[in-house]
C-alpha cells in the first residue's frame, strides 16, 4: 500500500534538483560559509517580495519572534496579545523577552485570533499584537490596525505559515511594524534545515535587530546590548534563493489542492471545511478540517477518523491537540479549561489532511473517498 504522507518534501526537491545541488556546492566551492552576497541578496529578494523596505535573516521563526519583541523593548511588565491556537514559539518569545502572553480566543471559521474580542484584553501594561496567520489564511489586517493605532500597540505579524499570503493587496508581513518568517521545512517558504526572517518598512527596526542578532554589536567586538547568535546560514541562503522563484506557483498549487478538496469533501455534512475569508488570499499551509464530535464517547470523533485514516495509508495532522493556555508551561498564567471555548472545542475537532504542492488528484481523490466512506458510509 502506498502511503500518502502528510507533506512529501522528497517530491518537491526532486522537481528542482539540478537547481538546489548546484546553488549549495557554489557556496561549498565558495569557502564562504556565513553571510556574504548569497544571504543579502536573498534578504534583498524576500524584502522585495513581500513588499517591505527592510529584511534581515536569522536562524529560524523562533527567532525571529525572539527578535522583533526584543527591538520593540517589550520586557519584564509589558503583555503582548496573541492566540491559544498557534505553535508554541509565539507564545514561547513573548515569555522568553520576559513579557506576559494574553491570549484572546480564536475565530472558528478562520482558525485566526478573533480581532473583534481584543480591545477587551488590552491593558495599561499592552505593547503589542501578534497575529498568526494560522494555516496560511491571513488575519483581518484592517480591522487589526485600526485597533492597534487606537491604542498605538505595535503589531508583529507571525508569518510562519503564511509567506505569500495576501491582505487585500498587501503581502502578510507588510502590513505590521514587523513580519516573522520561518523557512522551516514544511513551511510554504521551506529550507533544507532552519532559517528566519524578519520584515519591517522601519530602518531603525532593521538595524536594531542586526544588532542583537549579531552579538549586540554594530562594530565587531564593541558589545553594546545583550544578543544572541542568529544567522541565516549562507547554505540555506542559496537553497531559499532558488525556492522563492518557484514560490508563487507552489502557493498557486495549493489553491488549487485547496479547491480540489473542498470539492470532493463537501457533501461529508460530518465535517466542516475550511475557507478563504473575503478579502483575504489563502496560501494554504494546511488543509484543515473539523470533526464534530459525536456526544457521549470516550475518544473523539476525530481521534478515531485519524486512526482508520492511517489503517488506509492516509497521514493526517492535529495541529493543535493542546491550546497554549492549557500547556502545562502556561500554568501559571492562571488560566483554566473554558476560558478559549471556540479553540477548545477546536483542538479536539481538527485535523489537517495531506496537503503539498506535488501531491497528486489520485491521492486527493482516496483520501476523499476513504473520508466519505468511513463518515458517510458510501
Ligand atoms: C513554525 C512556526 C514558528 C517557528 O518557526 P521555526 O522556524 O520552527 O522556529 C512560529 N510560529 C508559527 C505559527 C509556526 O508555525
Same mark, same amino acid.
Given at each position: 500500500?502506498?502511503?500518502?504522507?502528510?507533506?512529501?518534501?522528497?517530491?518537491?526537491?526532486?522537481?528542482?534538483?539540478?537547481?538546489?545541488?548546484?546553488?549549495?556546492?557554489?557556496?561549498?566551492?565558495?569557502?564562504?560559509?556565513?553571510?556574504? $552576497?548569497?544571504?543579502?541578496?536573498?534578504?534583498? =529578494?524576500?524584502?522585495?517580495?513581500?513588499?517591505?523596505?527592510?529584511?534581515?535573516?536569522?536562524?529560524?521563526?523562533?527567532?525571529?519572534?525572539?527578535? @522583533?519583541?526584543?527591538?520593540?523593548?517589550?520586557?519584564?511588565?509589558?503583555?503582548?496579545?496573541?492566540?491559544?491556537?498557534?505553535?508554541?514559539?509565539?507564545?514561547?518569545?513573548?515569555?522568553?523577552?520576559?513579557?506576559?502572553?494574553?491570549?484572546?480566543?480564536?475565530?472558528?471559521?478562520?482558525?485566526?485570533?478573533?480581532?473583534?474580542? %481584543?480591545?477587551?484584553? %488590552?491593558?495599561?501594561?499592552?505593547? @503589542?499584537?501578534?497575529?498568526?496567520?494560522?494555516?496560511?489564511?491571513?488575519?483581518?489586517?484592517?480591522?487589526?490596525? &485600526?485597533? !492597534? =493605532?487606537?491604542?498605538?500597540?505595535?503589531?508583529?505579524?507571525?508569518?510562519?505559515?503564511?509567506?505569500?499570503?495576501?491582505?487585500?493587496?498587501?503581502?502578510?508581513?507588510?502590513?505590521?511594524?514587523?513580519?516573522?518568517?520561518?523557512?522551516?521545512?514544511?513551511?510554504?517558504?521551506?529550507?533544507?534545515?532552519?532559517?528566519? @526572517?524578519?520584515?519591517?518598512?522601519? =530602518?531603525?527596526?532593521?538595524? /536594531?535587530?542586526?544588532?542583537? &542578532?549579531?552579538?549586540?554589536? !554594530?562594530?565587531?567586538?564593541?558589545?553594546?546590548?545583550?544578543?544572541?547568535?542568529?544567522?541565516?546560514?549562507?547554505?540555506?541562503? !542559496? %537553497?531559499?534563493?532558488? &525556492?522563492?522563484?518557484?514560490?508563487?506557483?507552489?502557493?498557486?498549487?495549493?489553491?488549487?489542492? $485547496?479547491?480540489?478538496?473542498?470539492?470532493?469533501?463537501?457533501?461529508?455534512?460530518?465535517?466542516?471545511?475550511?475557507?478563504?475569508?473575503?478579502?483575504?488570499?489563502?496560501?494554504?499551509?494546511?488543509? /484543515?478540517?473539523?470533526?464534530?464530535?459525536?456526544?457521549?464517547?470516550?475518544?473523539?470523533?476525530?481521534?478515531?477518523?485519524?486512526?482508520?485514516? =492511517?489503517?488506509?495509508?492516509?497521514?493526517?495532522?492535529?495541529?493543535?491537540?493542546?491550546?497554549?493556555?492549557?500547556?502545562?508551561?502556561?500554568?501559571?498564567?492562571?488560566?483554566?479549561?473554558?476560558?478559549?471555548?471556540?479553540?477548545?472545542? @477546536?483542538?479536539?475537532?481538527?485535523?489537517?489532511?495531506?496537503?503539498?504542492?506535488? %501531491?497528486?488528484?489520485?491521492?486527493?481523490?482516496?483520501?476523499?473517498?476513504?473520508?466519505?466512506?468511513?463518515?458517510?458510509?458510501?
Amino acid at each position: 500500500m502506498n502511503t500518502i504522507p502528510p507533506v512529501d518534501l522528497v517530491r518537491q526537491y526532486k522537481s528542482i534538483s539540478d537547481e538546489i545541488d548546484s546553488a549549495v556546492l557554489e557556496v561549498v566551492r565558495s569557502g564562504r560559509y556565513i553571510g556574504g $552576497a548569497v544571504v543579502s541578496d536573498f534578504e534583498k =529578494q524576500l524584502a522585495d517580495y513581500v513588499g517591505s523596505s527592510y529584511c534581515v535573516g536569522c536562524n529560524s521563526g523562533t527567532d525571529a519572534l525572539y527578535l @522583533a519583541l526584543r527591538a520593540l523593548n517589550i520586557g519584564a511588565g509589558d503583555e503582548v496579545i496573541t492566540t491559544p491556537f498557534t505553535f508554541i514559539a509565539t507564545a514561547e518569545t513573548i515569555s522568553l523577552v520576559g513579557a506576559k502572553p494574553v491570549f484572546v480566543d480564536m475565530e472558528r471559521d478562520t482558525f485566526n485570533i478573533d480581532v473583534e474580542a %481584543i480591545e477587551a484584553a %488590552i491593558t495599561p501594561q499592552t505593547k @503589542a499584537i501578534i497575529p498568526v496567520h494560522l494555516f496560511g489564511q491571513p488575519v483581518n489586517m484592517t480591522r487589526l490596525m &485600526k485597533i !492597534a =493605532q487606537k491604542h498605538n500597540l505595535y503589531v508583529i505579524e507571525d508569518c510562519a505559515q503564511g509567506t505569500g499570503a495576501k491582505w487585500g493587496e498587501d503581502m502578510v508581513g507588510s502590513i505590521g511594524h514587523i513580519g516573522c518568517f520561518s523557512f522551516f521545512p514544511t513551511k510554504n517558504l521551506g529550507t533544507c534545515g532552519d532559517g528566519g @526572517a524578519i520584515t519591517t518598512n522601519d =530602518q531603525a527596526i532593521a538595524q /536594531t535587530i542586526t544588532v542583537i &542578532k549579531e552579538h549586540g554589536s !554594530a562594530q565587531r567586538y564593541y558589545h553594546d546590548v545583550v544578543g544572541i547568535n542568529s544567522r541565516l546560514d549562507s547554505i540555506q541562503a !542559496a %537553497i531559499l534563493q532558488v &525556492k522563492l522563484r518557484y514560490l508563487e506557483q507552489w502557493n498557486q498549487q495549493r489553491r488549487d489542492i $485547496a479547491q480540489r478538496y473542498h470539492q470532493l469533501l463537501i457533501p461529508i455534512s460530518e465535517i466542516q471545511l475550511p475557507q478563504e475569508i473575503e478579502g483575504g488570499y489563502h496560501v494554504w499551509n494546511q488543509y /484543515t478540517i473539523l470533526v464534530k464530535n459525536k456526544s457521549n464517547q470516550e475518544t473523539t470523533t476525530r481521534d478515531q477518523l485519524r486512526e482508520k485514516l =492511517q489503517e488506509q495509508g492516509i497521514i493526517s495532522m492535529i495541529y493543535y491537540p493542546i491550546p497554549l493556555h492549557l500547556q502545562k508551561v502556561y500554568h501559571n498564567l492562571g488560566y483554566k479549561k473554558g476560558d478559549f471555548p471556540v479553540t477548545e472545542t @477546536a483542538a479536539e475537532e481538527v485535523l489537517s489532511l495531506p496537503m503539498f504542492p506535488d %501531491i497528486s488528484p489520485e491521492e486527493q481523490e482516496k483520501v476523499a473517498y476513504t473520508l466519505t466512506q468511513m463518515l458517510i458510509g458510501i
